[in-house]
């Protein structure tokens, strides 16, 4: 299993940005897939967005389209979700989440972003 470790949350305004970078152990990865993922207080995990290494094909949930942007620096290991025009209901704790081709799937610890004014 891989090491991820998310940084990067923090109390946003509601219409102001965050970027969360998420950033993984090791060298000479065979990435397949990551994801990021949040869980609101009360509520089930969701998918947020996620990118495929293989064709660079990209997912985002109908609830952040537009306004979320997932990105990847292959070089540093690590992944980006890039949050602009932040609303209150996007107020959670965001998970990174990966799968190399081997099919090992790791976890981060998570980071909270709270929107609020």
């Known amino acids: 299993q891989l090491h991820l470790v998310e940084s990067g949350g923090g109390l946003v305004q509601p219409g102001g940005s965050l970027r969360l970078p998420c950033v993984a152990s090791?060298?000479?990865?065979?990435?397949?897939?990551f994801g990021w993922f949040r869980q609101a207080p009360g509520k089930e995990r969701e998918g947020v967005s996620c990118?495929?290494?293989?064709?660079?094909?990209?997912y985002y949930a109908d609830s952040v389209t537009g306004r979320f942007t997932i990105s990847r620096v292959d070089a540093q290991n690590t992944a980006y979700l890039q949050m602009n025009a932040l609303k209150p209901e996007d107020t959670a704790v965001y998970y990174c989440?990966?799968?190399?081709?081997?099919?090992?799937?790791?976890w981060g610890q998570g980071t909270r972003v709270t929107v609020s004014s």
């Open positions: 989440f990966s799968k190399t081709s081997a099919g090992d799937e790791s």
């Open positions: 090791g060298s000479n990865i065979d990435w397949y897939f």
């Open positions: 990118i495929s290494y293989k064709d660079g094909s990209t």
